[in-house]
């Protein structure tokens, strides 16, 4: 139950990051990359206060980065 919590809390903070970029559309590369950084960092660290096992929250953070980018990708073929 608490990887579910986690996943869910993860996509938010993957939503947040979506609209953040959609903000910063001028800013370089290098500067989305060190942000998305940033946000998986802090999903990591979320992961690991919650869950308390570090292999746990590896792969939650993993399995949450991969269905959110996933989906938003898909969602934008589909509708753009």
Known sequence: MKSYVVFLIQNILFGTYSIIEWFSVRDKMQAKLLLLGIFIYLSYVLAMAIIHKKKQAVITTA??????????????????
Do not use: D, K, T
């Open 63 to 80: 399995i949450s980065f991969i269905f959110y980018f996933s989906f938003q990708s898909l969602f934008y073929y589909l509708f753009f």
